[in-house]
């Protein structure tokens, strides 16, 4: 896409992102501008998970999961897949030893054209409610005139907003990983299964590594590269296979479709949606992709969670600003 194309699309994106389609008082463009402000403009890279690293893959599928959904994923026995690992935040020189949020995102692609995107976050809950709650809380997070974040500030809104406390707690005993080969994935919203007479199925995606799971403390972490995440997925792939299960959780009645902060009860059933194999690793097959996990093949639904709404438009803008080198 060349530049005038790119800020075209941004344009027509942002008065997307501002009409009254969102209910939301808060827009992308105020969240794509509160990240900006956060880690600085990073002109070409993504505005959230900005470092990363690329592979491709090929996804086995479960097809007795077929009954669920008549999406045509589950006529293939495999399809295709770019995966991209990452880390939280907007800039592209996070340091890798510091624990946090790890992302990995997946497109599927099938035969007829159509894609199929999974998205999930190592950590097992948003970090707010709703993208209000979560703008105030990035606001929270901005450093003041010195360059500082004002510890007060963000204990104070963290304590009167509920939502936060989830995520909050997460982080003061989150360990780095050991690698992205043994982190796994919480798709953190709800979406839904249609069947051939348009009943809903409710789930959450789940990813785990088959190698099984390993973090270091901040001791060991403190020891290794700032680039050890990238470097370690590529060594390891030279030498093993590296595959994940992607699962799929299957909520109840009384489990939230809108709230992403609150987890589900992990009694929840669990069921293998299929197995992704990595076939290669640190190519730039990511580069013009966008990773909405509103995409979704015909036989899926995404739910009326106000930060999943939200995802398109804010993706939609970081995509169009990339392109363009913004």
Excluded at 151 to 156: D, E, L, M, T
Excluded at 214 to 236: A, G, N, Q
Excluded at 273 to 297: H, Q, R, W
């Amino acid at each position: 896409m060349n530049n005038a194309l790119a800020l075209t699309a941004i344009s027509l994106l942002a008065t997307l992102a501002s009409s009254s389609t969102i209910a939301q008082e808060k827009t992308a463009v105020d969240l794509i501008n509160v990240f900006e402000k956060l880690t600085g403009k990073h002109p070409g890279f993504r505005k959230a998970h900005a470092k990363g690293v690329c592979a491709t893959g090929e996804f086995e599928l479960n097809q007795f999961l077929s009954k669920y959904s008549t999406s045509t994923l589950f006529n293939q026995s495999n399809v295709p897949a770019i995966i991209r690992f990452s880390l939280g935040g907007g800039n592209p020189n996070a340091d890798e030893r510091v624990a946090g949020a790890r992302g990995m995102a997946i497109q599927l692609s099938l035969p007829d054209g159509a894609i199929h995107n999974i998205v999930g976050n190592s950590t097992p809950v948003f970090a707010a409610k709703d993208p209000d709650v979560f703008f105030g809380l990035l606001e929270a997070l901005l450093p003041d005139e010195t360059g500082q974040q004002d510890p007060k500030k963000i204990g104070a809104y963290i304590a009167s907003h509920p939502s936060t406390h989830a995520a909050a707690a997460w982080q003061q005993t989150a360990e780095t990983p050991y690698s992205f080969s043994n982190t796994e994935f919480f798709g953190l919203h709800t979406f839904f299964f249609l069947d051939k007479d348009d009943k809903e199925t409710k789930f959450r995606w789940h990813t785990t590594p088959d190698a099984g799971l390993k973090t270091m403390d901040k001791e060991t972490s403190s020891k290794m590269p700032d680039t050890f995440l990238k470097d370690r997925l590529i060594t390891e792939f030279n030498v093993n296979p590296i595959s994940y299960t992607i699962n799929v959780s299957i909520g109840t009645e009384e489990d939230t479709n809108i709230d992403p902060s609150q987890a589900w009860p992990s009694d929840r059933p669990m069921m293998p949606f299929g197995k992704l194999t990595l076939t290669s690793v640190n190519g730039a097959e990511c580069d013009n992709i966008n990773f909405d996990p509103n995409v979704l093949s015909a036989g899926f639904k995404p739910s009326a969670d106000p930060v999943l709404r939200m995802r398109s438009p804010a993706y939609a803008i970081s995509f169009g600003k990339r392109l363009s080198g913004q």
